[in-house]
């Protein structure tokens, strides 16, 4: 009933829209002289602001279609390259004709399925793109597959991943961006078991929860002290008529984006009376950017119910993978198993979403990775959007992430064993980085229970 009154709430507000972009226009003419007083520009402030907060918010664009490198402005075509029913293989094509063939290492970007699109990870991608060839998971919005497509669990989306590598073929480089890093690891060791040639070459997992017991945050202890029964009845709908998937079990993304929400609800509320008063000032790159980050932040898609319920239970509730117990498909997963693929994990200091230490544990899980080709960052001053996106994420994560991809792929094309490659954090500075311990009940991070200083929008 949640989704019916959602979308019943939509409809009524759509006349009610019309008549305020009526008014802003209206007021906004130039010829009107109402538009150059003090109550004119109120007015049309607070139409933009009512506009911004109650329109339905469609799935972005990547819109990426150059870069630059080494000095050149290098068209980039977009174009899928795998399909299947609930995700597309996107590969972000660099025109060879302008830049000639470049032997790259092969970047598999794994998006959340979290409730927003893909195109969260758009500033991802764009540090990627110049010295790697990439691909991009693109995950359907639940309510636009009909039905009959089936279902779409938790071991479906690892069978995905495995289908994706392997198409993708050998020395793959993964990077999973939160939620996935569970996925991306379960798949690395199965893939490991079975002994398959196109195993990844390296795994980066990024802010993902692969221990949710270590550092609990707010989301952490939430799907922890409620029952599946009690997630299946509260948050689970229905998709309505007339969309594509109407009748099938989903958890709305508009349920997700109002958990967010609240968590930082002070934040979002003070964000958009800065927009007010920057739209009556006339302050236009502050309107941009606000403009910029919200486009995307309420830009929210469907997930399967099993998928998400699945995910609750394995990840957050019974820790399977932590605890040696999960199986895929009548297959115990092993991450000891896994020996051929080098594992970077990096985190935020201020991550409210998964605390310190939750993705660190997935060395502590794969016991058979050689100790030179294990790697744990911790990015100081992010918060969970910072990890993959923003200046930190441009100048000092993507950098190390750049050199630690490198020095694998160099490794296993010149000799294996008998190539030893340094950390790759040596390139930038003469000491290790230390990671701030999650273990301690007091520090400056305030590490206990979570309590964690929240980001800013775009930090």
């Given at each position: ?12 507000m ?23 007083t ?41 174009e ?114 079975r ?34 029964a009690?997630?299946?009845?509260n ?99 092993d991450?000891?198993?896994?020996t051929?693929?080098?594992l ?58 750049r050199?630690?991809?490198r ?16 950390r ?11 990671a ?24």
């Amino acid at each position: 009933m949640n989704y019916y009154a959602y979308e019943m709430a939509h409809a009524f507000m759509s006349p009610v829209r019309f008549g305020v972009q009526a008014l802003r226009h209206t007021l906004g003419w130039p010829l009107n002289p109402m538009a150059y007083t003090a109550a004119g520009k109120n007015m049309i402030a607070a139409c933009e602001v009512f506009e911004n907060i109650t329109r339905r918010y469609g799935k972005p664009e990547f819109g990426i279609d150059s870069i630059s490198l080494a000095g050149l402005k290098v068209p980039v075509q977009e174009e899928v390259v795998l399909t299947k029913p609930f995700c597309n293989l996107i590969h972000f094509a660099r025109d060879e004709a302008k830049i000639g063939k470049r032997h790259d290492p092969k970047v598999l970007i794994v998006a959340p399925m979290s409730g927003h699109y893909a195109t969260l990870l758009r500033g991802t991608v764009e540090a990627m793109l110049p010295e790697h060839d990439v691909y991009v998971t693109d995950w359907a919005d639940a309510r636009d597959v009909p039905i009959a497509a089936g279902r779409f669990d938790f071991d479906d989306f690892v069978d995905y991943l495995v289908d994706f590598i392997r198409f993708i073929g050998t020395n793959t480089h993964v990077m999973a961006v939160c939620q996935p890093a569970v996925p991306a690891l379960v798949a690395t060791a199965l893939m490991a078991a079975r002994g398959d040639d196109t195993q990844p070459a390296s795994l980066v997992l990024m802010g993902g929860p692969i221990d949710t017991r270590r550092n609990p945050t707010k989301v952490n202890d939430l799907a922890a002290e409620k029952s599946i029964a009690w997630f299946e009845q509260n948050v689970i709908s229905t998709v309505p008529f007339p969309h594509p998937g109407f009748m099938r079990p989903v958890y709305p993304g508009f349920m997700q984006l109002t958990g967010f929400m609240t968590m930082n609800l002070e934040r979002h509320m003070n964000a958009h009376v800065e927009l007010f008063n920057n739209l009556v000032k006339g302050d236009c790159d502050s309107v941009k950017q606000h403009q910029t980050f919200y486009e995307e932040y309420l830009s929210v898609m469907d997930l399967t119910a099993e998928f998400y319920l699945q995910t609750v239970q394995v990840v957050f509730q019974d820790h399977l993978l932590p605890n040696k117990k999960l199986i895929h498909r009548n297959e115990l997963v092993d991450c000891s198993k896994i020996t051929n693929t080098a594992l970077m994990t990096v985190e935020g200091e201020r991550d409210d979403i998964c605390g310190l230490g939750q993705t660190e544990a997935a060395h502590d899980l794969c016991t058979s990775i050689p100790s030179d080709e294990k790697v744990h960052y911790v990015q100081s001053g992010v918060g969970h959007y910072g990890v993959f996106n923003g200046t930190r994420w441009r100048t000092e994560i993507q950098p190390r992430i750049r050199e630690f991809i490198r020095s694998i792929n160099y490794k296993r094309l010149t000799g294996g064993e008998g190539t030893r490659i340094p950390r790759p954090y040596r390139a930038f500075s003469d000491t290790p980085d230390i990671a701030p311990d999650w273990r301690k009940t007091s520090s400056s991070l305030e590490s206990a229970n979570g309590k964690h200083p929240t980001s800013v929008p775009g930090e």
